[in-house]
C-alpha cells in the first residue's frame, strides 16, 4: 500500500474512534428525546461530570483507572435521578420551552459549579491504556482508542436488548409512543422517566470517562459535547438509536478527513453543513419518524 | 400588562428621566446594555412569542448588523445612521436565506438547524480574517454620525437612540398585534394546519416574522458596534445566542413588557451578583432556573396576576397567553 492509502485509511479509522465517542453521548440525548419528548441542554453536563469523576476517583481515592471510571459512571448515572427529580420530572406537562429552559438552567449550573469546584485548568485523566499501541499492519491505534470502540459498542448491544427484550424496555417504548396511553395501561410514567435519565446520564458519563485519557478535560467541554450530540441526533433523527449510530459514525469520520484534508477549523463547521443538507433533504433526519401531530 | 392607558406613557417618562437622575456613567452604560438588549430581546420574541418557534440563531444575525457598520465605517467611512438601514438590510437579507431554508422544518429541529447556522456564521466570522479581521475583532469603529451634524458619543446619546427603537418597535409590535397579520401568527403558532386551512400561507408567515425579527436583531448590532467602538466574533457565541433567549422566556414571550424586563433583569442581575465573585454564573443559573420552574409563563405573569386582581377587566384587548 502507498502512504497516501494508508494515511487514508489511518483518518477513517481515527473517524470512526471520534465517532463512537459521539454515538455514545447521542444516545442518551436521543433517548430522553425518544422516550419523553425533552431536549436536554444539559446532556454534555453528564459527559463533563463524568470525566471529572473518574479524574478525582482516581487521583483523591487512588483506585485504578477501570474501577474509577466504573465508579463515575455510576455516581453520575445516579445523579440523573436527582436532575429528573428537579428540573425534568415536575415540568412534564409544560410547554417544550420551559422544559428547554430549565435543562439549560441545569447545564448553566453544572458548568459554572464545574468551574468553580474543579478549576477552570484543564486535567488530565491518566490510564494505563493511554500509551500501549496496537499496530494493525501498518495502522496504528493506542489501545485507550480500541477500548472506546469496543465497549462503545457493548453499550449499544446491551442498550439494545435492553429495549427491546426487558419488561422496562417496553415500558419505555409504550411511553414513547403515548405517554397517556401507556399511563392508562398501567406503565408506571414515573419509572421510565427516572430510568430513562439514569441511562442517559450514566451513558454520557461513561463516554467522559472513556474519552477523558486522550484529550484534556476542562469544565466547559460539556457544550462541546452537546452540540456534537445534537448534530447526531438530527443528522440520524431524533429519537433513533440507530440514527445515532450510523449518525455518530458518519459525523466522525467527514471530520477526520475534512480535519486530514481541508482544514481544522472547518471541521468544527463540517458538521453543521451536513445537517442543514440533510435537513433540507430529509427534514426528520435519516432514520427519522415524522414528527406527532400537534 | 397595563392596567391604565396612562401607564405606558409614565413609563416612557421613567425611562427619558431616568438616566438624568444619576451622573454615573457606569449606570449609564448598564442602561444602554438594557436598552439594547430590549430591542434584541423584543425582536426575538416575533419568532419565540408569535410564531412559537425557538431560534438559536438570533444572535449570528445581531452580529451581522454589529460587522455590518464596523466593516461599512471601515472601508468606506459611512455615515453611521445610513449604516443602521444598510445592517438592519443585511441582516434580513441572511434572514431571508436562512429562514427561507430552515422554516420548512420546525420544533426541535428548526431550533438545532438554526443553531447550525448561526454557529457557521460565528466559525465563519473567526476564519475569515481577510474581512472580519478574525478573532482579534475590529476596534475603534466611528461613532454613529448624522451626515456631520450630529455624532452619537456618550452613553446617555446612545441611551436616547436605543430607548426610541425600543418604545418604536415596541409600539409596532402593538400595532401588529392589532392586525390581521399579527393574528396569522398567532393563528400559525397555536395550530398550523387550522391556520393553513383559513387561508394563510403557513410558510410565508413565518418567513415574514423571521426576517423582520434578523432586520431588527441587525439594527440593535449596529448600534452596539460603534458604541462600544469594538466588535469581535464572540457577539455571535453560544453565550450570547442563550442568553437572548432567556431574556425573552424568563421575562414572559408573547408580550412586549416581558422581554425588555427580561433584558431588565439578565443585564440588572448580573451587575448585582458582581460581589458575589466566582459563585456569579452559578447563583444567577439557579435563579433562572427557579424563576422557570416557577413561573413559566415568565416573570410578567406575576404582575399581569397582580393587575387583574386589583384592577378587574382591563381596556386592552386578549394579549396571547404566554403559556398555552
Keep these: 500500500m502507498d502512504i497516501e492509502t494508508i494515511l487514508l485509511i489511518q483518518q477513517i479509522m481515527n473517524g470512526l474512534v471520534n465517532g463512537m465517542t459521539y454515538v455514545l453521548i447521542a444516545t442518551g440525548l436521543t433517548l430522553v428525546f425518544g422516550v419523553l419528548h425533552i431536549i436536554n441542554f444539559a446532556h454534555g453536563e453528564f459527559y463533563m461530570l463524568g470525566a471529572f469523576f473518574t479524574f478525582f476517583a482516581s487521583k483523591l481515592l487512588g483506585l485504578d483507572y477501570v474501577t474509577a471510571g466504573i465508579l463515575a459512571t455510576v455516581a453520575v448515572a445516579s445523579l440523573g435521578i436527582v436532575a429528573n427529580r428537579f428540573f425534568f420530572w415536575p415540568l412534564r406537562r409544560e410547554h417544550e420551552f420551559t422544559l428547554l429552559l430549565s435543562s439549560l438552567g441545569l447545564a448553566l449550573l453544572l458548568t459554572n459549579g464545574g468551574e468553580l469546584i474543579f478549576g477552570a485548568d484543564p486535567k488530565y485523566i491518566s490510564s494505563p491504556f493511554a500509551d500501549g499501541i496496537v499496530a494493525m499492519g501498518p495502522m496504528i491505534l493506542t489501545q485507550q482508542r480500541i477500548l472506546i470502540f469496543g465497549v462503545g459498542a457493548l453499550m449499544l448491544l446491551l442498550l439494545y436488548f435492553f429495549i427491546q427484550k426487558t419488561?422496562?424496555?417496553?415500558?419505555?417504548?409504550?411511553?414513547?409512543?403515548?405517554?397517556?396511553?401507556?399511563?392508562?395501561?398501567?406503565?408506571?410514567?414515573?419509572?421510565?422517566y427516572t430510568v430513562t435519565f439514569v441511562l442517559a446520564c450514566g451513558l454520557a458519563a461513561l463516554a467522559g470517562a472513556l474519552v477523558g485519557p486522550t484529550a484534556m478535560?476542562?469544565?466547559?467541554?460539556?457544550?462541546?459535547?452537546?452540540?456534537?450530540?445534537?448534530?447526531?441526533?438530527?443528522?440520524?433523527?431524533?429519537?433513533?438509536?440507530?440514527?445515532?449510530?450510523?449518525?455518530?459514525?458518519?459525523?466522525?469520520?467527514?471530520?477526520?478527513?475534512?480535519?486530514?484534508?481541508?482544514?481544522l477549523g472547518f471541521a468544527q463547521a463540517v458538521g453543521f453543513a451536513i445537517i442543514i443538507v440533510v435537513l433540507l433533504w430529509r427534514p426528520n433526519g435519516l432514520f427519522g419518524v415524522a414528527r406527532r401531530a400537534g | 400588562m397595563t392596567m391604565s392607558r396612562f401607564t405606558v406613557p409614565a413609563l416612557i417618562v421613567v425611562a427619558v428621566v431616568l438616566p438624568l437622575a444619576t451622573g454615573n456613567t457606569y449606570l449609564h452604560h448598564l442602561l444602554v446594555l438594557w436598552m439594547l438588549f430590549s430591542l434584541l430581546a423584543l425582536?426575538?420574541?416575533?419568532?419565540?412569542?408569535?410564531?412559537?418557534?425557538?431560534?438559536?440563531?438570533?444572535?449570528?444575525?445581531?452580529?451581522?448588523?454589529?460587522?455590518?457598520?464596523?466593516?461599512?465605517?471601515?472601508?468606506?467611512?459611512?455615515?453611521?445612521?445610513?449604516?443602521?438601514?444598510?445592517?438592519?438590510?443585511?441582516?434580513?437579507?441572511?434572514?431571508?436565506?436562512?429562514?427561507?431554508?430552515?422554516?420548512?422544518?420546525?420544533?426541535?429541529?428548526?431550533?438545532?438547524?438554526?443553531?447550525?447556522?448561526?454557529?457557521?456564521?460565528?466559525?465563519?466570522?473567526?476564519?475569515?480574517?481577510?474581512?472580519?479581521?478574525?478573532?482579534?475583532?475590529?476596534?475603534?469603529?466611528?461613532?454613529?454620525?448624522?451626515?456631520?451634524?450630529?455624532?452619537?458619543?456618550?452613553?446617555?446619546?446612545?441611551?436616547?437612540?436605543?430607548?426610541?427603537?425600543?418604545?418604536?418597535?415596541?409600539?409596532?409590535?402593538?400595532?401588529?398585534?392589532?392586525?390581521?397579520?399579527?393574528?396569522?401568527?398567532?393563528?400559525?403558532?397555536?395550530?398550523?394546519?387550522?391556520?393553513?386551512?383559513?387561508?394563510?400561507?403557513?410558510?410565508r408567515t413565518k418567513l415574514l416574522a423571521f426576517v423582520v425579527a434578523t432586520a431588527v436583531a441587525g439594527v440593535a448590532g449596529a448600534i452596539f458596534a460603534p458604541y462600544l467602538t469594538v466588535v469581535t466574533p464572540e457577539v455571535m457565541s453560544l453565550h450570547y445566542m442563550v442568553a437572548i433567549i432567556i431574556m425573552v422566556i424568563v421575562g414572559g414571550r408573547g408580550t412586549i413588557a416581558g422581554p425588555i424586563l427580561g433584558a431588565l433583569i439578565y443585564v440588572g442581575i448580573l451587575e448585582l451578583l458582581r460581589a458575589t465573585g466566582p459563585l456569579r454564573m452559578v447563583i444567577f443559573a439557579g435563579l433562572m432556573t427557579l424563576s422557570v420552574i416557577y413561573l413559566p409563563g415568565g416573570l410578567i405573569s406575576i404582575l399581569k396576576r397582580k393587575i387583574h386582581i386589583g384592577g378587574g377587566v382591563t381596556d386592552q384587548p386578549p394579549k396571547p397567553e404566554a403559556k398555552q
Excluded at chain 1, 225 to 236: C, D, P, Q, S, T
Excluded at chain 2, 55 to 61: N, T, V
Aim: hydrophobic content about 50%; aromatic content about 12%.
Design chain 1, 167 to 192: 419488561t422496562m424496555g417496553k415500558m419505555m417504548r409504550a411511553t414513547a409512543q403515548d405517554a397517556e396511553g401507556a399511563a392508562l395501561t398501567g406503565v408506571d410514567i414515573r419509572r421510565v
Design chain 2, 43 to 203: 425582536s426575538l420574541n416575533i419568532i419565540i412569542g408569535y410564531i412559537g418557534e425557538l431560534s438559536f440563531g438570533h444572535a449570528a444575525f445581531f452580529g451581522i448588523g454589529a460587522y455590518t457598520t464596523a466593516i461599512l465605517g471601515m472601508h468606506f467611512g459611512l455615515p453611521g445612521i445610513f449604516g443602521l438601514f444598510v445592517a438592519a438590510a443585511m441582516a434580513g437579507l441572511f434572514g431571508l436565506v436562512i429562514g427561507y431554508a430552515s422554516l420548512r422544518i420546525e420544533g426541535p429541529q428548526f431550533a438545532i438547524l438554526t443553531l447550525g447556522f448561526g454557529s457557521i456564521i460565528y466559525t465563519t466570522t473567526n476564519y475569515w480574517v481577510d474581512v472580519t479581521r478574525g478573532p482579534m475583532g475590529i476596534s475603534n469603529i466611528a461613532p454613529l454620525g448624522v451626515g456631520g451634524f450630529f455624532e452619537f458619543t456618550t452613553a446617555i446619546e446612545y441611551y436616547y437612540l436605543a430607548l426610541f427603537l425600543v418604545a418604536g418597535f415596541g409600539y409596532c409590535c402593538h400595532a401588529l398585534m392589532q392586525s390581521r397579520t399579527g393574528r396569522s401568527f398567532i393563528a400559525v403558532r397555536e395550530n398550523a394546519s387550522l391556520a393553513a386551512s383559513l387561508g394563510i400561507n403557513v410558510f
Design chain 1, 217 to 263: 478535560i476542562y469544565p466547559t467541554v460539556g457544550s462541546w459535547a452537546v452540540l456534537k450530540g445534537f448534530i447526531v441526533v438530527v443528522l440520524g433523527g431524533l429519537g433513533s438509536i440507530v440514527g445515532a449510530l450510523i449518525g455518530g459514525l458518519t459525523l466522525g469520520v467527514v471530520e477526520a478527513l475534512v480535519g486530514g484534508y481541508i482544514s
